[in-house]
């Protein structure tokens, strides 16, 4: 059992955009900023979007991050075939890191 | 450019313990954490702990104190995760991936902004 909550999937056709979800509490994502992860098949996850909205270098404009009370969500505007993945958000907790249990993105 | 290297697949028996390796190359080693997370097969992410590689400090996850131990040769800018006691749950791939520190806001903010590419360790009699 995740401390973050994230749907198991999402799904959406080429050009749609799709929003995946993540709950925290009050000790996590309530007083610290959240991380997005894209893990492709078979490979390491990669940074996707740090301090709730931030994009590293290289990350399309499509994908985007808010952050409000104890949730936050990941957008992805304009779905491509290679958009699909696993999404996992991550946030400080006290004094370790938690994890939702991931998402898996498929592109119809 | 950042690279973090892990070393191979590992395939060991219940109750014996494990090594992995994560070389590090294209920044100053000492200069951010390094984390380990380990991903049980076709499950999510689950963050084991970090050492400081400066001083060797360490903050385990409640979950594995005990029984990992995170520690660093600065010579060669390589971590290592020691896993003990292994049964077969712990068959898992584990990352190594570099905690970045970034000043946002006037708030200093962390994220793992480089991964190693993960190395698979099978437990099992």
């Known amino acids: 059992q995740s401390v973050l909550t994230q749907p198991p999937s999402a799904s959406g056709t080429p050009g749609q955009r799709v929003t995946i979800s993540c709950s925290g509490s009050?000790?996590?994502?309530?007083?610290?900023?959240v991380n997005w992860y894209q893990q492709l098949p078979g490979t390491a996850p990669k940074l996707l979007i740090y301090?709730?909205?931030q994009r590293p270098s290289g990350v399309p404009d499509r994908f985007s991050g808010s952050k409000s009370g104890t949730s936050a969500s990941l957008a992805i505007s304009g779905l491509q075939s290679e958009d699909e993945a696993d999404y996992y958000c991550a946030a400080w907790d006290d004094s370790h890191w938690v994890f939702g249990g991931g998402t898996k993105l498929t592109v119809l | 450019q950042v690279q973090l290297v892990q070393s191979g697949a590992e395939v060991k028996k219940p109750g014996a313990s494990v090594k992995v390796s994560c070389k590090a190359s294209g920044y100053t080693f000492t200069g951010y954490y390094m984390h380990w997370v380990r991903q049980a097969p076709g499950q999510g992410l689950e963050w084991m702990g970090w050492?400081?590689?400066?001083?060797?400090?360490?903050n385990y996850a409640q979950k594995f104190q005990g029984w990992v131990t995170m520690t660093r040769d600065t010579s060669i800018s390589t971590a290592y995760m020691e896993l003990s006691r292994l049964r077969s749950d712990d068959t898992a791939v584990y990352y190594c991936?570099?905690?970045?520190?970034?000043?946002?806001?006037?708030?200093?903010?962390?994220?793992?902004?480089?991964w190693g590419q993960g190395t698979l360790v099978t437990v099992s009699s």
């Open positions: 050492i400081n590689p400066n001083s060797g400090g360490t």
């Open positions: 009050s000790s996590n994502i309530g007083s610290n900023t």
């Open positions: 991936a570099r905690g970045r520190m970034i000043t946002f806001g006037g708030v200093i903010e962390q994220d793992f902004d480089y």
């Open positions: 301090s709730n909205n």
